[in-house]
């Protein structure tokens, strides 16, 4: 009698399902191969989208010296900072108002509440702050910059909340306690534990909403006032005239940035963890 | 017997959930715990153990009941408000801190001058011998300099009372061992008040002044080590700590000094004094170790057939089935003087040694 216990894994590998690689690599190519065109044409010599002609960094120093792409560039680093610290902020205290309290009634609506953004459609968030912030505009006559500030803040939550409150809840409860135990009291507790610990949380937290703020299109070409456009939205105003190269090299260095961001979060979280 | 209290628990009850789910704890505890003590709660998991820990440290506040320290009230103090510190299971090293962060962690909490913690620091790590670990990460050491660690961090504010929640579990057995001796060394040089959780029935014999046993959220009995393998008050306590065997007898004559129980055989035994009932059917516990077997029957207590002999190494386990159905275990050593060459079958006599008999309540 054979002695061995097959694990469930060993009895079930999606591995060896008929047709695995082959629609693993279809989806690869299928996701990347347009964003490996675009910059690789970023790098084209020549001004035509479809032939190339050599290659050169033309269309960087092109848009480097474009002066709008430049004031679009500095708008959007503005807001995406803005909306990424005080998004971060709120995103603490709602991730530790939902894993450091008692449990109390509603507690799962909050939650619902606080992830609606990811669920909610965009445009449906987008048209709703359209009409108060216009509503305000009319009444106010302030046309700055707080608008979009708050409007990415606003959407930005939901993806600081998550890392953060994953990070809470991985967090051994003993360390709490123990430093209760030992003389702290709440807030040096926070302070002195709970922050430490939970700061990678917090950095990956802000990075996403950095990066999801950054390349925001819809809400933001809503809510815009007149001459306030970010990178996106110039893109977009953009390629509705003339699509030049100059597009995709501003593109090849948002997606740098973006992958940069991302692969910060993972060595933050996989460091500490 | 003439050290001052330093814990005491008065009607204490700790009630979790509410309506048709509440569930208690804790049932009406109470118990005195003295200054210089190495104090054990035992009992199996579920019996209340941690949850009396937690409410000393404060983790948790009693449903009723009050719980002084120094004859303070301390009940509904958070836990950073009472000068009591906490080894815990599971350590709760910080692990964003050095091991000397981690030592003088309370000391830096309670704002002590920088020197005085280097100072303290230093005479833990010595304390527990871990001078060259200092500056390490606390996931860089095992899991022995871990609890030393652990140790050496709720010293180091140098509480009134040291509560260990079952501090050696996560260890093996050899470095238990070791933790062990160290503990109850360590309880002797800083003369601090240890209350030990754990239901390691051995490990509490051999390190607790006195121990308290608990089963469903009550404590059965308090007492030494030795009264409470030797004088177990209910059937729980002398079944939880060691072998024993129980047996059915009458209560014939009941005093202050003394009771006499009347054995299945017919036979009268004096046992120490009882509140059972007069002329009632008592339950007995006999140690194996506590019984020789002999030939003659007409001087033995009891008398039963062998039915099974288990072989140990040090003593063998002789099995005898009674004439009322009964089983009793005799324990012979097996380097020692008596008699062991019976064999299954056999009709053999039990005599049990003086002061064997303990009345329990069931």
């Known amino acids: 009698m054979s002695s061995s216990i097959v694990s469930p894994k060993k009895l079930f590998s999606i591995y060896k399902l008929p047709g695995f690689t082959f629609i693993a690599i279809t989806c690869f190519v299928m996701l990347y191969a347009p964003i490996m065109i675009l910059v690789g044409y970023s790098f084209n010599e020549g001004s035509s989208l479809a032939l190339w002609e050599g290659l050169s960094l033309r269309w960087y120093y092109s848009a480097w010296q474009n002066e ?45 509440m606080i992830n609606q953004p990811l669920m909610v459609p965009e445009i449906v968030t987008a048209v709703a702050l359209l009409i108060v912030f216009a509503t305000i505009k009319q009444a106010t006559g302030y046309q700055g910059l707080s608008f979009l500030v708050i409007a990415h803040t606003a959407f930005c939550v939901p993806f600081a909340y998550l890392p953060i409150r994953a990070r809470l809840e991985d967090m051994d409860r003993s360390l709490e306690i123990a430093a209760a135990d030992l003389y702290a009291t709440p807030w040096r507790c926070f302070r002195r534990v709970t922050l430490p610990l939970l700061l990678p949380g917090i950095l ?70 | 017997m003439t050290d001052p209290v330093a814990i005491s628990v008065n009607q204490v009850s700790k009630q979790f959930g509410q309506g048709a789910d509440a569930f208690f704890a804790l049932d009406q505890v109470s118990v005195d715990i003295r200054e210089n003590e190495f104090f054990t709660l035992l009992g199996p998991s579920g019996c209340g153990k941690t949850t009396l820990l937690r409410l000393i440290a404060g983790f948790e506040h009693p449903t009723a009941g009050h719980i002084q320290l120094h004859g303070e009230e301390i009940s509904h103090l958070p836990p950073f408000k009472r000068p009591v510190n906490t080894v815990f299971q599971n350590y709760a090293l910080f692990p964003h801190l050095t091991v000397a962060e981690n030592i003088g962690f309370g000391l830096d909490m309670q704002d002590k001058p920088a020197a005085e913690i280097e100072s303290t620091v230093t005479e833990m790590l010595q304390l527990v011998q871990m001078e060259s670990m200092r500056d390490r990460r606390t996931d860089q050491i095992s899991g022995g300099q871990q609890q030393r660690v652990a140790l050496a961090r709720a010293l180091a504010p140098h509480p009134r009372v040291l509560l260990l929640d079952e501090p050696l579990s996560a260890l093996d057995y050899k470095l238990r061992k070791g933790m062990q001796i160290e503990l109850k060394r360590l309880q002797l040089e800083t003369g601090i008040t240890f209350i030990f959780v754990t239901h390691d029935q051995e490990e509490a014999l051999t390190m607790s002044d006195r121990i308290a046993v608990m089963n469903n959220g009550q404590i059965l009995q308090v007492g030494s080590p030795n009264d409470i393998y030797d004088r177990p008050s209910h059937r729980f306590v002398a079944d939880f700590i060691g072998d024993t065997n129980f047996l059915s007898a009458e209560l014939v004559e009941s005093s202050s000094e003394h009771a006499v129980v009347k054995l299945s055989s017919g036979k009268n035994l004096v046992t120490g004094p009882t509140e059972a009932t007069l002329n009632n059917v008592v339950s007995i516990t006999v140690r194996p170790e506590q019984a020789v077997l002999i030939d003659d029957l007409a001087n033995a207590d009891l008398q039963g057939t062998v039915t099974n002999i288990m072989y140990s190494g040090t003593d063998s386990h002789f099995h005898i089935e009674l004439p009322s159905q009964e089983e009793f275990v005799a324990k012979v050593q097996n380097a020692g003087p008596a008699r062991r060459d019976w064999e299954t079958g056999q009709t053999v006599g039990i005599k049990f040694h003086d002061n064997a008999v303990q009345i329990v309540e069931d």
């Open chain 1, 68 to 112: 709008a792409v430049k004031d679009a560039t500095l708008l959007s680093l503005i807001i995406a900072l803005q909306a990424s610290l005080y998004s971060t902020v709120l995103a603490t205290m709602a991730a530790l108002g939902t894993t450091r309290t008692r449990a109390y009634r509603g507690q799962t609506a909050i939650y619902a």
């Open chain 1, 204 to 273: 990956a937290g802000a990075m996403l909403a950095f990066v999801i703020s950054l390349d925001d299109v819809v809400i933001t070409e809503f809510v815009k006032s007149a001459g306030q456009d970010t990178l996106p939205t110039f893109m977009l105003g953009q390629i509705r005239r003339v699509i030049t190269p100059e597009m995709n090299a501003i593109a090849s260095a948002l997606l740098a940035v973006s992958v940069l961001m991302v692969s910060l979060i993972f060595l933050i979280n996989r460091k500490k963890t």
